[in-house]
């Protein structure tokens, strides 16, 4: 299997030169130690960062609460699922601007995220890092894959390779337009296959943005499960910025 190098868009924009630096979300100025947001956006961070979670389905979950009763409805495809926190503030800011806003400056910020979150997560093993791929015309469209760029710089601070090794065949509606989980696993039905790699005992993780009904993680998972058993991952993983409630209705990649 062919891994490519981390790498990826640079870490401050030129209008920095031109004014000081502020915080993306309250616009205050920023302290000299901080990047892209305030210590008081850092500390909301970290407190997400810290909540329980479900590992399967990444739905919130009490303290030491027993079975989780959301896992029957998002149905991910993977072993298990690492998330920086729910789709709320400062989050949903956050990826919006990243995201929608090309605040590509955000990339490095959010990734470092992750990786706490890996870390709180008792590092569990990282072979290669793969993103969930864009349809070429949306990519086109949005100047980049953001979930290219997460993997790349998680990749570079794990010491781990990323893979380009997804591809979207077929370009579908936005998974937020979709409605129900039912709708939007049948929209996704096919679009996501692997490249004709060997990923033969290999614990490869997802890297995506947002998690809303699991479809699109389920898509890419079945990517790889259509390979030939010889070929396919010996464990598939997930790590995304955030899980919304599945009651909520948010955007997607």
């Not at 956006?41 to 997400?48: K, P, Y």
């Not at 800011?93 to 709180?120: D, S, V």
């Not at 290219?148 to 979207?168: H, Q, S, T, W, Y």
Request: proline share 7%; net charge positive.
């Amino acid at each position: 299997m062919r891994l490519r190098n981390p790498g990826g868009i640079g870490a401050t924009g030129s209008f920095d030169l031109l004014m000081p630096p502020t915080c993306w979300l309250t616009g205050i100025p920023l302290a000299q130690h901080d990047v892209a947001v305030s210590s008081s956006i850092r500390d909301e961070l970290a407190v997400q960062i810290q909540a329980p979670y479900c590992h399967r389905c990444g739905a919130n979950r009490t303290r030491g609460a027993g079975h989780c009763p959301l896992c029957p409805q998002r149905r991910l495809g993977t072993a298990e699922i690492i998330r920086v926190g729910e789709y709320t503030h400062p989050l949903k800011e956050l990826i919006a601007k990243f995201k929608f806003g090309r605040h590509w400056a955000l990339a490095p910020l959010l990734a470092t995220q992750m990786l706490e979150a890996w870390e709180r997560s008792g590092q569990p093993r990282v072979d290669v890092l793969v993103p969930i791929p864009l349809h070429w015309w949306r990519e086109f469209g949005r100047g980049f894959n953001q979930s290219r760029e997460l993997a790349r710089f998680l990749a570079r601070r794990m010491g781990k390779p990323f893979a380009d090794g997804l591809v979207r065949r077929k370009r579908t509606p936005r998974q937020s337009l979709a409605g129900s989980a039912n709708q939007r696993r049948e929209n996704l039905r096919g679009a996501i296959a692997s490249k004709p790699l060997d990923w033969s005992g290999q614990h490869v993780w997802l890297v995506d943005d947002v998690c809303t009904t699991g479809s699109t993680l389920h898509a890419a998972a079945m990517a790889f499960a259509a390979l030939p058993q010889e070929y396919q991952p010996e464990r598939i993983s997930a790590m995304v910025l955030a899980v919304t409630g599945m009651e909520r209705n948010s955007s997607t990649s």
